[in-house]
């Protein structure tokens, strides 16, 4: 991975983390709290798409909205635990 793929990754990973956090408790979690989730939300969104077989695309918009998804189910089952 050269230093530019390195960049784009994180970038991604800290605006999925951003938008999740705002999208499921109304705020996000600081640069390095939103690359995390962003990150495990890309990984977690890619894995449960392709479970359940269902393709957006392709390029950084794909990358965005599967990291987006992911990070929110990640959200979502971290606040179920929370309660719990």
């Known amino acids: 991975m050269d230093a530019t793929a390195l960049i784009v990754f994180l970038l991604v990973g800290a605006a999925a983390g951003w938008i999740a956090g705002n999208l499921m408790r109304g705020g996000g979690f600081g640069m ?7 990150i495990i939300g890309a990984f977690l969104g890619s894995w449960l798409l392709g479970m359940l077989k269902i393709s957006i695309g392709s390029g950084l918009i794909n990358s965005l909205v599967t990291s987006v998804i992911g990070a929110v189910v990640l959200l979502f089952v971290v606040g179920l635990i929370k309660k719990a």
Request: charge should be neutral.
């Open 32 to 38: 390095v709290g939103n690359i995390v989730v962003g």
